[in-house]
């Protein structure tokens, strides 16, 4: 660490290199000159950490040395481009093959710079000379796109990058393409020696359990679009962004088009400055939403995946992850957009309206990455479930209404133990909702003056009472849509009646005395 807190004097131009890069390198030149010349070689570096300078530095070092030729892959148009003036400004002259590109000339390059799917047309119509190319990069090397073309290259040594060596695809793990793992520095490292901002988190929890589970092994579209476009949604976010976002820059994530577009008006009704992206968008209209993204200090851009990748723009303030995701490598690529340092930034927001925190832990936290090269099933099933996730939850009221039952020490009520109480000395399970009943009742009397004050703070329980027969019904194993909506009905007619029966007993037996008249 002390040599990564050193280096930030070492670097004076872009194309000098801090010492963990340096390290890198040397160890994957060790690799060059010790393994076979077809080894398959994976390094882990987060994102922010500068994975395209350092694979840049071992172009520029291999062909110096090496009497053969380099190729680079990309799976975005975007990287393609950034991936190849990054190559120019190490002084390696490259020529990019897209889809337009004349191979007339390409005896006169030594490195190519090549999107996947371009490059396996030009590969199958025997456009592109490979017979001497040594060395292929393959950046963001966890999507599996890439492995289809690993056949032409039976003699190169392929060194993939990634922030996350966990596959796109849990049918295809990378420790089947890869010989071997070499993982980078940590976040927290980064974070620590100023490479890094750090990040404040702020979590709510959110029922996703409506949510499926699509053949890509992560939550369709259309589920998380019906979801996430409902009117509640659409408030909690409005809400989460004006208590801890209000006037930042702000990127919000969202994992489905007609979501998105439903934040933007939603958020453009309340007089915000904001704009929609996503991948419909012509080159010029991109172009001009991130300028207009870049130049105002406080606008929200809502966006489709579209900008998890060769996306970098170091002034964003705050990422609002408002969708739920299983993908360990999406969450990493999220809030890694918002980490990026400058002089007058070093810290950074994420409202997590996904339960992703829960699930994956701090994006700072340590990961065994070597662990989860080598047994990547193992880790994906330690994950935890909707169901599991939010059987954890507890429900908190919000400060305002807290504040309606301030002569209450405490307001929540266990339904689990309650549950598992009742179970235990044989009792129905009918008993909870009616120990619940009465507690809510409680709270109610002790705030209140006579019955009608307490029928009106039974009118503002509705989240917690909607919370509390949830989880009432995971405890019995029921969860039918009408069921549930049926027995928050008998709830609320239940503790009404409760109400208006019992207050007086109750009052007296809180104060001492009765209620006047």
């Known amino acids: 660490m002390t040599e990564a807190k050193d280096a930030i004097q070492e670097k004076k131009t872009d194309k000098e290199l801090y010492s963990y890069q340096k390290g890198a390198i040397d160890k994957i030149f060790d690799k060059f000159e010790t393994a076979p010349e077809d080894y398959h070689l994976l390094y882990q570096l987060p994102t922010g ?46 020529k990019v093959v897209n889809s337009t590109a004349n191979l007339d000339d390409q005896e006169k390059y030594s490195c190519f710079v090549a999107m996947v799917e371009t490059l396996n047309n030009r590969l199958n119509d025997n456009k592109l000379d490979i017979s001497d190319i040594g060395l292929v990069i393959i950046d963001e090397a966890h999507y599996n796109s890439f492995t289809k073309l690993f056949k032409f290259f039976e003699k190169s040594f392929i060194l993939g990058v990634t922030a996350t060596p966990l596959s796109s695809n849990r049918n295809l793990p990378m420790k089947d393409n890869y010989k071997e793992l070499i993982v980078g520095e ?38 998380s679009d019906d979801l996430y476009s409902a009117v509640g949604m659409l408030d909690q976010l409005y809400q989460a962004y004006l208590n801890h976002s209000k006037g930042k820059k702000t990127l919000i994530f969202n994992n489905g088009i007609n979501t998105s577009i439903q934040v933007y008006y939603h958020l453009k009704a309340e007089g915000l400055p904001i704009m929609h992206l996503d991948n419909t968008a012509t080159k010029k209209q991109r172009k001009q939403i991130l300028r207009w993204f870049h130049e105002t200090p406080d606008a929200i851009l809502t966006s489709v ?52 925190y829960q699930r994956f832990g701090p994006w700072e936290a340590p990961l065994d990455w070597q662990a989860i090269f080598r047994s990547p099933d193992y880790y994906m099933d330690r994950l935890l479930s909707d169901e599991d996730l939010e059987s954890t939850f507890r429900y908190e009221m919000p400060e305002e209404l807290r504040a309606e039952f301030a002569k209450s020490k405490e307001v929540y009520f266990d339904i689990k133990s309650t549950y598992q109480e009742a179970t235990y000395r044989g009792e129905s399970s009918k008993v909870v909702l009616e120990r619940s009943i009465a507690q809510h009742a409680y709270i109610c009397i002790e705030n209140s003056e006579d019955v009608y004050d307490a029928l009106g703070l039974a009118k503002m329980l509705g989240d917690d009472i909607d919370h509390r027969i949830e989880k009432y019904s995971q405890c019995i194993s029921k969860s039918t849509h009408n069921f549930i909506s049926w027995l928050k009905d008998d709830y609320r ?25």
């Open 49 to 94: 950490g500068g994975k395209t300078v350092i694979f840049s530095e071992i172009v520029r070092q291999y062909l110096k040395h090496h009497n053969k030729k380099v190729l680079v892959m990309t799976h975005r148009v975007e990287l393609c481009k950034q991936t190849s003036e990054m190559l120019t400004s190490f002084g390696v002259v490259n």
């Open 186 to 223: 940590s976040i927290q490292s980064l974070i620590e020696n100023e490479f890094l901002a750090q990040v404040e988190v702020f979590q709510y929890n959110m029922g996703l359990t409506s949510l499926e589970i699509g053949s890509n092994g992560d939550y369709t579209v259309k589920s």
């Open 305 to 356: 995946s579209i900008l998890t990748t060769g996306f970098d723009e170091p002034t964003i303030d705050t990422i609002i992850l408002n969708r739920a995701t299983r993908s360990l490598t999406l969450y990493f690529q999220m809030i890694g957009r918002g980490s990026r340092i400058l002089n007058n930034k070093s810290k950074f927001s994420v409202i997590d309206l996904g339960n992703n």
């Open 493 to 517: 007619l239940k503790l009404r009646s409760y109400l208006r029966d019992n207050f007086d007993t109750v009052f007296e037996e809180i104060h001492g005395y009765p209620p006047e008249d």
